[in-house]
Nanobody, 127 residues
Framework: QVQFVESGGGWVQPGGSLRLSCAASGVTLGYYDIAWFRQAPGKEREGVSCIRGSDRNTRYTNSVRGRFTISRDSAKNTVYLQMNSLKPEDTAVYYC????????????????????WGRGSQVTVSS
């Protein structure tokens, strides 16, 4: 059974850090493109970052570039999202998503390109 489970969310003050994990089971992550999406209250879900399975090429949305880092640990079959210098506007439910297809850059932050989704992890940034 293919499953992706997020963890690592929580509450943090502005300027703080969190690391989200997306643990995969039933698949080998190296064959999948993985992305992190987020959805804030009252807003649409948006793509945050993605990592390509074949070559670990990464991409970030403008609002998090330089603050967030996506990475993959093949031994643990887990993808991480290290989030630094967090801002209140980063508050959202964060989801990991996966697809077996190899996406081009313009596709990798598009929600409809992904076939598998985790249940989400809440991140709250406030003082």
């Amino acid at each position: 059974q293919v499953q992706f489970v997020e963890s690592g969310g929580g509450w943090v003050q502005p300027g703080g850090s969190l690391r989200l994990s997306c643990a995969a089971s039933g698949v080998t992550l190296g064959y999948y493109d993985i992305a992190w999406f987020r959805q804030a209250p009252g807003k649409e879900r948006e793509g945050v970052s993605c990592i390509r399975g074949s070559d670990r090429n990464t991409r970030y949305t403008n609002s998090v570039r330089g603050r967030f880092t996506i990475s993959r640990d093949s031994a643990k079959n887990t993808v991480y999202l290290q989030m630094n210098s967090l801002k209140p506007e980063d508050t959202a439910v964060y989801y990991c998503a996966a697809t077996r297809r190899s996406l081009i850059a313009s596709q990798c932050l598009v929600e409809s390109e992904y076939d598998y989704w985790g249940r989400g992890s809440q991140v709250t940034v406030s003082s």
